[in-house]
DNA sequence: TGGATTCGTGCACAATATCTGCATGATCGA
DNA sequence: TCGATCATGCAGATATTGTGCACGAATCCA
């Protein structure tokens, strides 16, 4: 309902880029310079300027976009009191999740709303977080499922998004086999502060929980190797050379040569998975009932989690 | 920025058929139809039932349209705050007012804006109060310049609109030259409620003015003729058929046979003019400079009429 | 330093959205 | 029952908006 030329200037803030914000709305690069361009005419107001071979935004620009935030929660919220006054549903719900979120949590879903929702066309994207964010305020995706780091999301995101805490996946250790630590049931990070560690590449959300984890001991682990799949991870293990932390709801699935030990102490490293929506939606029905669902469901998978293994 | 098919629902539900909200958006009727159609389609809501021949707001589509003055209101003041964040003007700026105002206030305003705002492509129409309104909400308009009734506006209008006092026009009495009381420098509203009146059509603004004046007085008074406009009801006048309630401000072309007189007393009648604008606009540094120019213009006019005979 | 790359923009053309004018059916008032 | 008013659909015209490509500018890398 807010005009597509505030949206996509919203989106080139995030961005930087008017390639960015093609790609990332699915408009050409210079669909978006026209709009931005048009935006500007309409207004009677100039919003970028040119800066190297890139632009950057004016004051005025800055402060457009500032202010849209809570245009666009405003109106989110405008929006889901209506759906509330007639007890109507919109026509469709876009959703977006990192891997495993999206086979363990959303899949369920929106085989749930299939049956209790038919009219609903249900749309799944399969996307890294911070990538879903970006599918979240451009309205390519309702709703997105992520890990969140522990510092949160970044501070201006607050008057972006609402989220909500769907479980904590509690991180174990893959080590090989003929590993001196493989037989222990449980082992503290402590003892693992000497191994080659194999984890994602710097900037990624794999890499900022795994060090995140050592933080909280004080200890600043060795990388050896970089994989960005479990999978590739698993293979580097059983192959030596190293060791890795595997969130417990990551399933393998060969795990020959490798073996997973559960870490033990106060506060044991997680991963805290939060679902997000854009703020202001949350008051909507069918959100709001897909926000439970989603919290049953991840309590019923915690809890064959625990019958599985103590 | 709002959505154009959400600012026709607005005005919409300010008329209540969709031939009227096509009147004052200049829009065809069919255009207008097309985007509730429209609406209501990409929402995934139904804002609209059927009722008798027209049609008139569900229940999601009156929860839309009360929470949409919130939404307009904030994206005007974004607009204003953006604009100061820079310093800049619109290039375009539209200014209504009824008769009297059109002349003696906003004509300066725009000789003014001519002047030290030359970018500014200045635009005037001369309405009725309550159909400034009504543009000022569909955005033909900027700025308007009214007459409040003592009552103020509607009440759900205090959402939409802004205002200003620009001044207290006192309302004279006009008699024929030879009534007896035709040479009195001052007199009472009271000594004339045994008259026959002229006045404006119920429904007006006038009459609405007139009405309260006399029930101040706790006075019905007989309205015997009916005029629309200030040189008609001073003819009446002036053919003996009664006598009727002038503003101050009002000049008439010819006065022959008929004669103006001061009303006295505590709180005699006057007409109050206020500058009204969209709410969040006046922030804007274009209109908040019209405004003050305005108020001192409506200074300095009062300051004129005082000076001509106290 | 020079070539490759990335970035934003403009233009011609295509696709899409939107408006108008008219015809139609429904409803209301006299 | 007739005329007026109202909303809506359709066909065609029009305006808006997007795409693909080419270009100039700025940056990066070797």
């Not at 597509?4 to 990332?24: D, H, P, S, W, Y």
């Not at 026509?91 to 299939?114: I, N, Y």
């Not at 939606?281 to 669902?293: K, N, Q, V, W």
């Amino acid at each position: 309902m807010i005009d597509q030329r505030l949206k996509t200037l919203r989106i080139f803030a995030n961005c930087g880029t008017v390639a960015a914000t093609a790609e990332l709305t699915g408009y050409s690069p210079s669909a978006v310079s026209a709009q931005l361009r048009e935006l500007q005419r309409s207004l009677g107001m100039q919003l970028l300027s040119k800066e190297g071979r890139g632009v950057r935004l004016t004051a005025a620009g800055r402060q457009l976009v500032r202010g849209a935030d809570t245009l666009v929660a405003d109106w989110e919220l405008l929006r889901a009191s209506a759906f509330n006054a007639d007890d109507q549903v919109p026509g469709h719900l876009g959703m977006g999740g990192f891997s495993t979120a999206a086979a363990h949590l959303l899949a369920p879903l929106a085989q749930h709303l299939r049956v209790e929702r038919p009219a609903v066309e249900v749309e799944l994207v399969e996307a890294h977080p911070e990538h879903c964010l970006n599918l979240l305020v451009a309205e390519r995706i309702d709703l997105a499922v992520i890990v969140s780091t522990q510092a949160g999301l970044r501070s201006d995101d607050d008057s972006k998004f609402e989220q909500v805490t769907l479980l904590n996946d509690p991180l174990d250790v893959i080590v090989p086999k003929d590993h001196p630590l493989a037989g222990r049931s449980h082992l503290h990070l402590e003892e693992l502060a000497g191994e080659q560690w194999i984890t994602d590449a710097e900037g990624s959300v794999y890499r900022a929980l795994f060090t995140a984890a050592f933080a909280a001991i004080g200890q600043m682990p060795r990388i050896a190797h970089q994989a960005k799949e479990w999978e590739t991870m698993s293979a580097f293990v059983g192959a030596g050379l190293g060791v890795g932390l595997l969130p417990r709801l990551a399933v393998l699935n060969g795990l020959e040569g490798v073996s997973r030990v559960r870490l033990a102490g106060a506060n044991h490293p997680t991963r805290r998975i939060v679902a997000a929506v854009r703020r202001g939606s949350m008051e909507a029905p069918l959100i709001r009932e897909s926000l439970e669902f989603l919290q049953e469901e991840a309590a019923r998978i915690l809890r064959v989690r625990l019958a599985e293994g103590g």
